[in-house]
């Protein structure tokens, strides 16, 4: 009798290929959770500000979705990516880590996501989803929003294509970045346009409120800010942000098989 024993070790184990159709229920699944929850946080700060007027400041309204986010990333990113942005999927497409034909997917689970949770949180406070949506400020035209999200999007995006290439990658840490970078975008640019630099964040309560005024600044700046963001890193970095930045961007479903023989 013979044994072969363990394939690879607990330390090194092997992953699925990314384009096992059999895994893509649980990149979808992770795309539609992972957006639910920051849309749950970022639209239900200011709807449960509206019911509950003072018990949430605009600091905290602002910094929540970027702690969610670093959770989100922590807690599922090694499963789909944690896009939960439809401008990350086609940011990281266009840059050759992800397979385009994945994108579509991609987004309508985050769309999905995002409606998801406006609903719910019309249910939880009352309010109706579109005091969740993004919107320009009262004196902030749609021209100005537009490139403040184009901005915003650009810095958000450039900080994801940066911690996920080659010797740049810092793995579970960028999780720290990616949500450090979302708060303070928020601090200063949310009376602005709101900060959302995520057109699915926007669409969810847009659609459940049934308030899509100036809805196109939140497609068309965010996606700005991707295509931008995305010609700067292959000024910087070339094509591709390498096996890291693939893997950064299609997360890393692993298993443990053991494989016994006798003979």
């Known amino acids: 009798m013979q044994t072969t024993g363990w394939i690879n070790d607990l330390r090194h184990p092997p992953p699925l290929d990314f384009h096992d159709g059999r895994q893509e229920w649980k990149r979808l699944l992770s795309e539609l959770v992972g957006t639910f929850f920051l849309v749950l946080v970022a639209a239900g700060a ?18 929540a979705p970027g702690l969610m986010v670093m959770a989100i990333i922590m807690f599922m990113g090694r ?17 050759g880590d992800f397979p385009w034909y994945r994108v579509p997917g991609y987004i309508v689970m985050q769309l ?5 949770a406006a609903g719910l949180l019309e249910l939880l406070t009352n309010q109706s989803a579109k005091v969740g949506g993004s919107y320009p400020g009262a004196s902030t035209s749609a021209l100005a929003a537009f490139a403040t999200e184009a901005v915003l999007t650009f810095g958000l995006v450039s900080v994801i294509l940066g911690t996920a290439s080659g010797a740049q990658n810092i793995g579970i840490i960028g999780a720290l970045a990616v949500g450090g970078y979302i708060a303070l975008a928020g601090l200063w640019g949310a009376p602005l346009s709101g900060a959302s630099m995520n057109s699915a964040r926007t669409f969810g309560p847009d659609l459940v409120g049934g308030d899509f005024s ?13 295509f931008i963001a995305v010609g700067i890193a292959y000024l910087l970095r070339g094509s591709g942000g390498g096996v890291d ?19």
Do not use: C
């Open 245 to 263: 930045g693939s893997e950064a961007a299609q997360g890393a479903i692993t298993t443990i098989v053991k494989d016994a023989e006798k003979q």
């Open 214 to 226: 100036d809805f196109w600044v939140y497609v068309a700046g965010p996606f700005t800010g991707v």
């Open 79 to 95: 499963v789909s990516g944690a896009h939960l942005n439809p401008g990350v999927s086609v940011a990281f497409a266009l840059r």
């Open 46 to 63: 200011a709807m449960v500000m509206a019911q509950y007027p003072g018990t949430v400041t605009l600091q905290a309204a602002v910094v």
């Open 112 to 116: 999905l996501g995002a409606i998801a």
